[in-house]
T-cell receptor, first 115, second 116 residues
Framework: DAGVTQSPTHLIKTRGQQVTLRCSPK?????VSWYQQALGQGPQFIFQ???????QRGNFPDRFSGHQFPNYSSELNVNALLLGDSALYLC??????????????FGPGTRLLVL | AQSVSQHNHHVILSEAASLELGCNYS??????LFWYVQYPGQHLQLLLK??????LVKGIKGFEAEFIKSKFSFNLRKPSVQWSDTAEYFC??????????????FGKGTKLSVKP
């Protein structure tokens, strides 16, 4: 049973560019959440997708956008990259938004470096 | 805004020492509580969780945590640490949002270094 997978593992971009990160949830999970983990910090919630719609959003600018596909996989897009966007981007999946007492399972992350 | 505080940034212990990592949260409603661990070079893994019931919960690898509602705390403990417990530990709170699962709010993490 594959866990949460993310691609790519590492990425280097320059300021102003755009980036797309990808996530496949754990088998049987339909809810995907994205987090940003800056160096030395805990993960910060970006947004959550369920039934191909953004359901919740954290305190991130509109430059951060996402998408969920019918197979529950998800993409995170960041436009107009800033140096401060350098971080580890984590995807987490869980089985069902309406299931309150459930656990989020995390992928290995994509490490983004903006130069 | 809801927040999670982890009191120790870096803890250094010798093997066989006892461990207690502090965690406090600010949200007053119904919450679910988690401890995640990130071993060097690995992804975040669930250590233990509290949803309801017995406030003393046991997790993997001999870890346990106690939920004290009156203190808004969820401290992590282990009676005797091993070198392999060297990792970063994150406390997280998941608040119920409109009757469904909310996002996780994490503390800044505590690095644990265990000397052999």
């Amino acid at each position: 049973d594959a866990g949460v997978t993310q691609s790519p593992t590492h990425l280097i971009k320059t300021r102003g560019q755009q980036v797309t990160l990808r996530c496949s949830p754990k088998s049987g999970h339909d809810t995907v959440s994205w987090y940003q983990q800056a160096l030395g910090q805990g993960p910060q919630f970006i947004f959550q997708y369920y039934e191909e719609e953004e359901r919740q959003r954290g305190n991130f600018p509109d430059r951060f956008s996402g998408h969920q596909f019918p197979n529950y996989s998800s993409e995170l897009n960041v436009n107009a990259l800033l140096l401060g966007d350098s971080a580890l981007y984590l995807c987490a999946s869980s089985p069902g938004l309406a299931v309150i007492q459930e656990t989020q399972y995390f992928g290995p992350g994509t490490r983004l470096l903006v130069l | 805004a809801q927040s999670v505080s982890q009191h120790n940034h870096h803890v250094i212990l010798s093997e066989a020492a006892s461990l207690e990592l502090g965690c406090n949260y600010s949200y007053g409603g119904t919450v679910n509580l988690f401890w995640y661990v990130q071993y060097p070079g690995q992804h975040l893994q669930l250590l233990l969780k509290y949803f309801s019931g017995d406030p003393l919960v046991k997790g993997i690898k001999g870890f346990e945590a106690e939920f004290i509602k009156s203190k808004f705390s969820f401290n992590l403990r282990k009676p005797s640490v091993q070198w392999s417990d060297t990792a970063e530990y994150f406390c997280a709170v998941n608040e119920e949002y409109g009757g469904s699962q909310g996002n996780l709010i994490f503390g800044k993490g505590t690095k644990l270094s265990v000397k052999p």
